[in-house]
């Protein structure tokens, strides 16, 4: 989704902006656009459709200078994808504004400025916040207090950077819903929706706050918070690595992130899992203490976060003996539930910013639950640092836009929040050993796992010309076999269905022929004679399978059915360990479809608006 980058220096800040917006490439976008502004107070912008190399090809043609900058990806939401409609916004030529967010109060805005004089030339909800902004700063004469003022006004989300033609030594940022990041320089200072972008500059970040807006000029920082007063914000030290966006010789970051999901889980568990367990305080202080009191485990997600969610209510209440929903966050957060007495809130997110998500979590602090804990693998984002407790997967940046290394990594967490909530309700013991046991083993259960590549390649090229595909899996392999669909889907385009294979005989056996591939996804565990007997049904209907099984489970390669056999694992694993070869499926597919792997057509890494 949309990427801002910003820059306030004495050098040329052009090439700083450039690379950041190729480091955010990755949430996807459909148009990109820079504002500079030299120390004549000369400002010019540049901006064109498509990716960010037709952008830097327009700046080679065309060179411009500038020591304070602004640059933006934009993702089409409010008008279509034109130049017109691309960041940066300006209004009367003087004020320029990049905005991630939705203004949702747009339309009204638009007709009182445009009342007041101001005249449009995009159809989006961002030109509004220029034009605000110049209107306010007519009435009072500062760009702070303006920008102030002008806030007051915006309903919905905005992270937004605001430079004033003739005030080329600073630039306002405010945030309200979608995350900005101040990074730290010496003598010159940076903007950005995600440190990603600036890691090349620097690794000091200060992250704001709701409500914050700030003053940044070369050697300084103000915050204020919505109150007006200045706040501190804490400036930390990242610790993400700086060739965290190089593919390391993949062709893609989408099979480079799923060969390093042995390596992150590795990490994910160090130091958290010893030979005897966990210590719950992983979660964060007193999780021990919380986690003592719960009754209740919500869940509350989107997307691939969901499918590790409902991954984890099996082994929840299989294992650590507590209830447990999960639900879609943007139902959530639009509906009445009901909370049950001590409940834990968990909501997953590779992000941390996932909008849906974060409005889901704001709400369920409101509605009495006991206490949230966040599932994560970015540190210092909204939902880390909006809830109670928060457990950080390692996964390292994550830019493929089809999430592999961040659902393996949350899973691993939920089996380790399966260990810390079963110790206070009567969890076995011989449940407890086997899942400790399974987790030691999984890094290397994952790379030998990893050695079906070479098969799954070839199974990959039957999958070509097929329009739509079926996923089938029972108890915690459904979620599984959900989210090998949704990989599929996202990066193929192939449509790609899921059942939990209980319900063939209830609507899906009608779509069934040789056109149709089956993909089943088969441990060795108690359901498998009854998910044999699915097999029997989709193969008298003539359908073609493709199933993933353990070889003790006794399938044969045949005229119907292809096998591929996936190493023998602990069952609590298992989920984690069928994963890859769906994802390993996905990824070849798209390959021979010739799509965009690691960005495919409108979707984004990112969703920072509803
Ligand atoms: C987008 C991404 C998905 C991701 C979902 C939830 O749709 O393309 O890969 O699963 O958002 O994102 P989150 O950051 O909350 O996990």
Request: with cysteine.
């Amino acid at each position: 989704m949309c990427g801002i980058v910003g820059a306030i220096a004495e050098r040329n800040v052009v090439e700083i902006l450039l690379e950041g917006l190729r480091r955010l490439e990755y949430r996807g976008y459909d148009s990109a656009g820079v504002a500079l502004l030299d120390s004549q107070g000369n400002l010019t912008r540049t901006r064109r459709i498509g990716k960010v190399k037709e952008l830097a090809q327009a700046l080679k043609e065309q060179p411009v200078k500038g020591a304070t900058g602004i640059a933006h990806t934009r993702w089409a939401t409010h008008g279509g994808v034109t130049e017109a409609n691309a960041h940066p916004h300006l209004s009367s030529e003087r004020i320029a504004v990049v905005h991630n967010g939705i203004i949702e109060n747009y339309q009204t805005l638009r007709q009182e400025l445009t009342q007041a004089g101001y005249g449009f030339s995009s159809d989006t909800d961002t030109e509004t916040i220029a034009h605000q902004v110049h209107l306010e700063l007519d009435k009072c004469g500062d760009l702070l207090k303006a920008v102030q003022n002008a806030v007051t006004k915006f309903h919905g989300a905005y992270g937004t950077v605001i430079m004033d033609k003739q005030e080329p030594e600073r630039i306002i940022v405010a945030r309200s819903g979608s995350p900005l990041v101040i990074g730290l320089g010496i003598g010159e200072n940076f903007i950005a929706s995600d440190q990603m972008a600036l890691l090349p500059v620097t690794r000091r970040f200060m992250f704001l706050e709701e409500g914050d807006v700030a003053e940044i000029s070369r050697t300084s920082i103000q915050v204020y918070d919505q109150s007006g007063a200045v706040v501190e914000r804490e400036v930390i030290e990242s610790d993400v690595e700086h060739d965290a966006g190089d593919k390391g010789g993949y062709r893609h970051y989408m099979l480079k992130e799923i060969h390093e999901q042995p390596s992150v889980i590795r990490n994910t568990l160090q130091g958290r899992l010893s030979d005897t367990g966990i210590s719950p305080n992983i979660f964060g202080q007193g999780a021990d203490k919380i986690f003592a009191g719960i009754q209740h485990v919500q869940i509350i997600a989107c997307g691939t976060s969901y499918h590790s969610g409902m991954t984890a209510r099996y082994w929840l209440e299989q294992y650590a003996n507590v209830s447990c929903n999960v639900e879609i966050a943007s139902e959530f957060r639009y509906r009445k539930s009901f909370v049950h007495p001590n409940s834990l809130i968990v909501t997953i997110s590779q992000s941390g910013e996932t909008a849906d998500t974060l409005a889901a979590l704001r709400l369920a602090k409101q509605q009495g639950y006991s206490a949230s804990l966040a599932i994560c693998n970015v540190p210092g984002s909204s939902l880390v640092r909006e809830s109670d407790l928060a457990f950080m997967t390692l996964a390292g940046a994550e830019i493929g836009v089809a999430s592999t290394k961040a659902f393996t990594t949350q899973l691993t967490g939920f089996l380790m929040l399966t260990l810390a909530i079963g110790q206070h309700n009567n969890m076995l013991q011989t449940d407890h050993d086997d899942i400790v046991k399974a987790l030691h083993s999984l890094p290397a259960k994952l790379e030998e796992t990893l050695t079906l590549t070479a098969g799954i390649k070839e199974l990959a090229k039957e999958f070509a010309d097929k329009q739509h595909s079926l996923f089938l899996g029972r108890g915690d392999q459904y979620p599984i076999a959900m989210e090998g669909a949704l990989k599929l889907k996202e990066i193929s385009y192939i449509h790609a269905e899921a059942y939990a294979s209980g319900e063939l005989k209830h609507g899906p056996l009608a779509l069934i022929d040789d056109e149709m591939p089956v993909i089943v996804v088969a441990p060795n565990n108690e359901l498998l004679e009854k998910l044999k007997s699915n097999v029997e049904e989709v193969r008298a209907r003539g359908g073609i399978m493709y199933v993933f099984a353990d070889k003790q489970a006794n399938f044969k390669s045949d005229d119907t059915m292809r096998v591929i056999n996936v190493p023998h694992c602990e069952a609590a694993i298992a989920p984690i360990v069928y994963t890859l070869p769906l994802q390993l499926l996905s990824y070849y597919v798209a390959v021979i479809k010739g799509t965009d792997v690691d960005q495919p057509r409108n979707l984004a890494k990112s969703v920072t608006v509803e």
